[in-house]
């Protein structure tokens, strides 16, 4: 399908998280730190779009990770993550499933314009650049007229991110993508870019500088970045 092979993702289910903690504490943050982060600042966007999405895709769900904090910004909304690993399906079903957070086999098929934004956090380097345009093609279906995506990613351009990904079992051969790319694969897809912005600029030591991360967005050096867009 493009991914990197299912056992791969199957043989690091258990352990991801902890191989992850490891990679990333050289920003002195946690999984937590970041994932918060992430869902906040897609909060404001949605906030400032004047939309309160109803049905939640959460593509490349991982463990679910992302779910509490996604269900925690949108109470009343129903999330389906998923995984190209049954084995991180079975993990998140069991950390996170309820009933209306559920979790399926990326090959198992999507409704055709089901969903009212799809949320998508450190997948793509995970796609061979050759079968990405085919999986954004699956995502903008996905979504209902008007729909969003809100696609996050590695910046390759940050020295921090690329130090992190060489720590991480899983993406030290991951194939990153700048900013520009995202934006154009996206909208090549179809959908329409609303914003790239850039995030997670000063790393815990520095955390005195935070406040000045909500003037620096549109600046290419933060350590991820989110693509947001929308399907006419």
């Known amino acids: 399908m493009g991914f ?8 690091h289910a258990a352990t991801y998280d902890e191989e992850l903690a490891r990679g990333i504490r050289l920003s002195g943050e946690s999984q937590e730190y970041f994932a918060a982060g992430r869902v906040a600042w897609l ?3 949605l906030a400032r779009l004047g939309v309160r999405p109803q049905r939640l895709l959460d593509f490349g769900c991982g463990t679910g990770a992302s779910a509490p904090y996604l269900t925690g910004l949108l109470p009343d ?10 084995a991180c399906v079975v993990e998140a079903r069991r950390r996170h499933g309820s009933g209306r957070v559920s979790f399926q086999l990326a090959g198992d098929g999507l409704g055709a314009s089901e ?3 799809a949320f998508c956090n450190g997948v793509f380097h995970h796609i061979a650049p050759a079968e990405r345009a085919h999986w954004l093609g699956v995502l903008q279906a996905a979504l209902r007229a008007g729909g ?6 590695n910046n390759p351009w940050n020295p ?14 991951a194939v990153t993508l700048s900013a520009r790319a995202a934006r154009r694969l996206v909208q090549r ?8 912005d850039f995030h997670f600029y000063f790393p815990r030591w520095l955390r005195w500088l935070r406040g000045l991360e909500g003037a620096l967005t549109r600046w290419p050096f933060g350590a991820q970045y989110q693509v947001l867009a929308r399907k006419p």
Not at 160 to 173: A, N, Y
Not at 189 to 196: D, I, K, P, T, W
Request: hydrophobic share 50%.
């Open 160 to 173: 921090g991110t690329r130090l992190v990904m060489k720590r991480i079992p899983l993406d030290r051969e």
């Open 77 to 86: 909304c129903a999330l389906v993550g998923v995984d190209v690993s049954e």
């Open 43 to 45: 909060g404001a966007c």
């Open 4 to 11: 990197r092979g299912q056992a791969e993702f199957d043989r």
């Open 115 to 117: 969903f009212d934004l």
């Open 189 to 196: 897809a179809g959908f329409g870019v609303l914003a790239v």
């Open 148 to 153: 969003l995506l809100a696609l996050w990613e």
